[in-house]
């Protein structure tokens, strides 16, 4: 089996606490039930990723039992085996270079969207400021290989959106690191609720395309410290 590099091992010991202690927000926003959903993250300089193990409770996650692998999906160091969605978790950081978090959740009301196969409307500044548009929806592929990565990077390659609902399925977001990447699986669920609730009163109104690249920009470029 395969090592951390000695020159990694500071950056996966971080990684590892890091992505330990950000499973506490899928809970705590009510994104996940029981064991489902995940984390990654990339090591960046290596071809590492630290992620979930496979079927552990949340109550149960340290920074020692989360699983590095390389991004192949092999494993390198852990005691147990990494999240079922590893392939595609690694399939992602392969294509998009960019990327340095990876989050899976089965978010309730996102996952309704996901469910009829329809992307959410960018019917919400929010939306503009976060997604840029539309969240799109991926395409049906099972657990078992990368067929899942192979969707999410297709679709998101057409959308600047940091979310793909994949159908039947549920949502993954994708960040410049993980905390990034569970910030959009947040704000997913939050506008596939609210865009829910607007659509039992009537049919939302879609914002211009020009004020999307407005708050797009603003949010992107100026917004925060």
């Known amino acids: 089996m395969k090592a951390v590099p000695a020159s990694a091992k500071l950056a996966v010991d971080q990684l590892r606490a890091e992505v330990a202690a950000l499973h506490s927000e899928l809970t705590r926003w009510q994104l996940v039930a029981w064991t489902a959903g995940n984390i990654s993250a990339r090591v960046r300089g290596e071809d590492?990723?630290?992620?979930?193990?496979?079927?552990?409770?949340?109550?149960?996650?340290?920074?020692?039992?989360?699983?590095?692998?390389?991004?192949?999906?092999?494993?390198?160091?852990g005691v147990g085996k990494a999240s079922s969605d590893t392939a595609s978790h690694a399939y992602v950081y392969r294509h998009l270079v960019s990327v340095g978090g990876?989050?899976?959740?089965?978010?309730?009301?996102?996952?309704?969207?996901?469910?009829?196969?329809?992307?959410?409307?960018?019917?919400?500044?929010?939306?503009?400021?976060?997604?840029?548009?539309?969240?799109?929806?991926?395409?049906?592929?099972?657990?078992g290989d990368d067929s899942i990565g192979r969707g999410i990077v297709q679709t998101l390659a057409q959308s600047r959106s940091p979310a793909v609902l994949m159908a039947n399925h549920g949502v993954f977001t994708v960040g410049a690191d993980a905390r990034a990447a569970v910030k959009a699986a947040v704000l997913t669920e939050e506008v596939a609720r609210t865009v829910h609730i607007a659509r039992q009163l009537g049919e939302p109104v879609a914002l211009a395309v020009s004020d999307i690249e407005r708050l797009y920009e603003r949010y992107q470029t100026v917004y925060g410290q």
């Open 48 to 77: 590492l990723m630290v992620i979930k193990p496979s079927g552990v409770s949340y109550d149960e996650l340290t920074p020692e039992n989360m699983v590095v692998t390389d991004l192949g999906g092999e494993l390198v160091e």
């Open 102 to 143: 990876v989050v899976h959740t089965h978010s309730t009301y996102a996952t309704a969207w996901a469910a009829r196969r329809e992307p959410i409307p960018c019917v919400l500044t929010m939306m503009g400021d976060e997604f840029g548009g539309p969240i799109p929806v991926g395409p049906l592929a099972l657990i």
